[in-house]
């Protein structure tokens, strides 16, 4: 546990210091009260299913990781060896008979939600018009969704989605979409489809899938092009000409090690004040920074926050057993290679334990004034500069997160983080402990005149 004084200055440029428990979420203004009340939140609990170790709702359905773009940043598609490789079959259309006929026998109810993923879904659409027709005749109750770069999405695969009422996110980065590959919306024809499915949505009363996923999303990820969500969202609101949502998130794999993708601590420094200008200035915040500002403010009210909260990683957070065709459990989508593999649905006995890092073991972590938001960003690592790289992402994105729920809580505009921060940072040679920088206080980088 550390704490922290956050010096800000009221409106009439007053200065004012606040006090933040960073474990348990508390904020206290300047006699030491609290600025809000603690109490219990209802318990998280994925229990509906039971693999190994593993309790979950539903599945995020790994059909393959090749893909049509070769982004960078991607911790799986920048490989051809993980691509084409043993270490990363994860099935093909002779499994599709067999994973629905027996999935009785490992899972003891019908799935709540399936997630369709990648790779990019859209090569595998053969096997996906045989795979998604099966599973719906399977668990007609139950939602389904998918996660696509949208650049193979035509007329036919666009009836599919609609037929089965199959959610549909759409990956593109706005701005920063030329760092990935091609942009879907630059074209015409396929802006067309993907403005026609959108509509299509629409009309669907109580689809399956609404309390899992919106219809039709965006999901951009930051990069150096892309380190404004108010020029993003505006991005799609001028290339996609319906109200869709739009989130924004930070990267959340270097592929590769190609950590020259991602954005230097300069141009950090840029996003934070923008993350801020867009969650106060403007209506046009990504949709999950609203979420993550009530996370915020939930993190500091709630009094059983191991129960109650989850993880800013979605491989531990949406109660989704992560697995392949030929049944193959993974610790996370981001990487299905053998090391992060943990055994067959069809021989449970043997399946690992799914343990990520508890990010209360990190000393850095216990000593971060975002941990409250961040909650330990990736937990396939404990330290190395993989760690070091996606926590330095997330620190920042964080920040900007919470300074904006300060401001909109207080009305105050805080500066400065005094206390003691220890930040990870990578190493030229790489070191199984790691390297740490101490700080006394961090800075607020934001201008919001």
Not at 314 to 328: C, E, F, K, P, T
Not at 342 to 368: K, L, P, S
Request: aromatic letters at 14%; charged letters at 20%; a negative charge.
């Amino acid at each position: 546990m550390a704490l922290y004084k956050i010096k800000c200055y009221s409106q009439d440029h007053q200065q004012i210091d606040l006090q933040y428990d960073n474990m348990t979420g508390m904020l206290y203004d300047n006699d030491n009260i609290p600025l809000f009340e603690q109490h219990r939140f209802p318990t998280r609990q994925f229990k509906t299913n039971k693999v190994g170790s593993v309790e979950f709702d539903g599945l995020r359905l790994m059909i393959g990781t090749k893909c049509n773009f070769h982004c960078k940043y991607c911790a799986e598609g920048t490989s051809t060896d993980r691509v084409n490789s043993s270490a990363t079959y994860l099935g093909s259309m002779k499994d599709v008979d067999y994973f629905i006929d027996h999935a009785g026998e490992w899972m003891q109810h019908p799935p709540k939600f399936i997630d369709f993923r990648g790779g990019e879904p859209g090569v595998y659409y053969k096997l996906l018009q045989r795979l998604i027709p099966q599973c719906r005749e399977k668990w007609p109750e139950c939602a389904f969704g998918m996660l696509s770069n949208g650049s193979l999405i035509n007329d036919s695969f666009a009836q599919m989605l609609l037929d089965y009422q199959c959610a549909l996110t759409i990956s593109h980065d706005g701005p920063g979409q030329s760092e990935r590959g091609e942009d879907p919306l630059l074209d015409p024809s396929k802006v067309g489809v993907l403005e026609w499915l959108f509509d299509q949505y629409q009309l669907i009363e109580n689809p399956s899938y609404k309390k899992y996923w919106a219809s039709f999303k965006f999901h951009a990820t930051m990069n150096k092009k892309s380190l404004n969500p108010i020029a993003v969202v505006q991005y799609f609101r001028q290339h996609f000409h319906r109200p869709a949502k739009v989130n924004f998130y930070v990267v959340g794999g270097v592929g590769n090690g190609q950590y020259y993708t991602i954005p230097d601590d300069d141009m950090m420094n840029i996003l934070v004040p923008n993350i801020i200008r867009s969650c106060i200035l403007t209506d046009d915040a990504p949709g999950n920074f609203k979420r993550f500002i009530r996370d915020f403010y939930d993190y500091g009210q709630c009094s059983n926050k191991d129960q109650a909260f989850g993880s800013f990683c979605s491989a531990r957070d949406v109660g989704a057993l992560i697995v392949g065709l030929n049944g193959r459990v993974i610790r996370c989508q981001n990487f299905a290679h053998d090391p992060y593999s943990m055994g067959w649905v069809y021989d449970q006995n043997n399946i690992q334990d799914d343990a990520f890092v508890d990010y209360r073991t990190r000393e850095c972590c216990q000593n971060c004034p975002v941990i409250g938001l961040c909650k330990g960003t990736c937990g396939l690592f404990e330290s190395g500069n993989y760690f070091s790289e996606t926590c330095r992402t997330k620190y920042y994105y964080c920040l900007g997160l919470m300074i904006a729920a300060i401001i909109q809580m207080t009305g105050l505009l805080p500066y400065r983080i005094e206390g003691r921060v220890i930040r990870p940072k990578k190493e030229l040679i790489e070191t199984s402990h790691g390297s740490y920088d101490h700080l006394d206080f961090v800075n607020i980088p934001y201008y919001l005149n």
